[in-house]
């Protein structure tokens, strides 16, 4: 009888942790952002190819996506990365797409960079990438 009480115990935890699990968000938007960011900082090619969307890819394989950013970046590799401190301006979220201006200093200046997700079954990825002009402001905040 002990037996049967302590196999359905753990049978419900088990159970309760599969529906944490499955339940949990996972990273948002920003958090990705973030991420790509220092991917590029770091020149980690295989984060960034993880966290780009198809549009970003070139249409190539992952292994031709990684090989042709390491080649592009061979003499940027040599120095190490930046160092850049990488905080988030603004999120704008919806359903399915996000942006997220994100802010990139480093000891010569710094910029800041428009960053479009798309949610997809696996997450959020980045599927466009582009520096933000300094005379366009950032669209106000929930808080403005």
Known sequence: MPLVVALVVVGLLLLFMWISVGREP???PADVAIAYEHAWDELDFDLLFDLS???LRDGL???QFIAAKRSAYATA???ARIGARITVETSIAGHQTALVVTQ???EGGAVRNNV???HTSNGWMVIGYSLRPETETA???ASS
Do not use: H
């Open 61 to 63: 394989r992952r292994d």
């Open 53 to 55: 969307g198809p549009e």
């Open 139 to 141: 669209p106000p905040t």
């Open 104 to 106: 990139v200093a480093a």
């Open 116 to 118: 479009m997700l798309d």
């Open 77 to 79: 590799a040599k120095r």
């Open 26 to 28: 996972g990273p948002g």
